[in-house]
Each structure stands twice: as C-alpha cells, then as structure tokens.
C-alpha cells in the first residue's frame, strides 16, 4: 500500500494550494480517506475525512469553509483544496486511509495507513 501526498509548498496568507494523495494497493474496504496535519512543536491534529462509498465529509471546525476534501476513484487519488490559507495551517499535512475513523471523545481513532506527508508553509 502506498498513498503519496503532492502538491505542499510555500504560500502567502490569503493564497490558496491543493494537495493530492495518490494511493495505489489500497484494499477496497479502506474507503475513508482522511488528511491529518502536524504542526513544529504540536500534537498531531485530524484535518477532515471523506467517506469515498458515499462522498460524506467532516472537517474540524477551524477549516470548516476554507478546506474541502474531494475524491477521484477513477484515479485513486484524493484532495484537499485549502483556501484562505492562514499561517496557521503551516504543518506537515499527511494523507491517511482505514476502514472507518471515529471520532472519541473528541478525537479521531488513528488510521491504519500513512502516507508520508508533504509540507505547507503560509506566511502571514
């Protein structure tokens, strides 16, 4: 299984960039496709989902209206469309798949596969 994450690089505040997540031996079972960010000196956070069986998507509320996560399943590749970027969307964004993801006590279980991550630097 492999999921490659494309499309990082340096933006201004404001500008927008689209990442890519390209999976190849990727079971069919894992249908949920989730992006996750890690940002220097901080706890990994979950960025949003989408189930690829029926398109349902979850954000966390700080990018809810500015992230949009879209699936291509003729390609096997998943985006996450940023705009408005602030600078605190500067991270290391990793795209993940598994079965289902659910949330617990306010944070996601952890997906089973990693890809390994691309790097989104915004200055303010």
């Known amino acids: 299984v492999q999921l490659v994450e494309s499309g990082g690089g340096r933006a201004q505040a404001g500008d927008s960039l689209r990442l890519s997540c390209a999976a190849s031996g990727l079971p069919d079972s894992m249908s949920v496709m989730a992006w996750f960010r890690q940002a220097p000196g901080k706890d990994r956070e979950f960025v949003g989902l989408?189930?690829?069986?029926?398109?349902?998507?979850y954000y966390i509320d700080s990018v809810k209206g500015r992230f949009t996560i879209s699936r291509d399943n003729a390609k096997n590749t998943t985006y996450l469309q940023m705009n408005s970027l602030k600078h605190e969307d500067t991270a290391v964004y990793y795209c993940?798949?598994?079965?289902?993801?659910?949330?617990?006590?306010?944070?996601?279980?952890?997906?089973?596969?990693w890809g390994q991550g691309t790097q989104v630097t915004v200055s303010s």
């Open positions: 993940t798949a598994d079965s289902e993801i659910r949330i617990v006590r306010g944070k996601p279980t952890l997906p089973h596969y």
């Open positions: 989408i189930n690829t069986s029926d398109d349902y998507t």
